[in-house]
């Protein structure tokens, strides 16, 4: 059973940066799998915010995050990281660290130019990211 541990969130305020990190285990191959991070806010549905695809490093990143985000994978250590600068109060929200199988993914992120909840399996807890002044 794959597991994801999400850390990293916190409070900044709007300009800040902050880098999200999530470890995974119980897998057998690293390069098999897409992970990525979704978000969700008060009062709001899930959306994707960016996903790499391990074995080629191929990545998707929603219009939102841009130029602000970036997503790296570190093989050795078996974790993903979301690096998040420029953050804006609208980017409050918790932050889920998700994964699945590259094959078992009907169409990936980086050809569809989206991310679908129910593409992906298995989920983080969440980490806060709150940005105000």
């Known amino acids: 059973e794959v597991q994801l541990v999400e850390s990293g969130g916190g409070l900044v305020q709007p300009g800040g940066s902050l880098r999200l990190s999530c470890k995974i285990s119980?897998?057998?191959?690293?390069?098999?799998?897409?992970i990525g991070w979704f978000r969700q806010a008060p009062g709001k549905e899930r959306e994707g915010v960016s996903c790499i695809g391990n074995r080629d490093r191929s990545t998707y990143y929603a219009a939102f995050g841009a130029g602000r985000f970036t997503i790296s994978a570190d093989n050795a250590k078996n974790t993903v990281y979301l690096s998040m600068n420029s953050l804006k109060p609208e980017d409050t929200a918790v932050y889920y660290c998700v994964a699945e199988r590259l094959d078992a993914v009907p169409l990936l992120p980086w050809y569809s130019a989206s991310m679908s909840v129910g593409d992906f399996g298995s989920w983080g807890q969440g980490t806060q990211v709150t940005v105000s002044s």
């Open positions: 119980g897998f057998t191959f690293f390069n098999d799998y897409v």
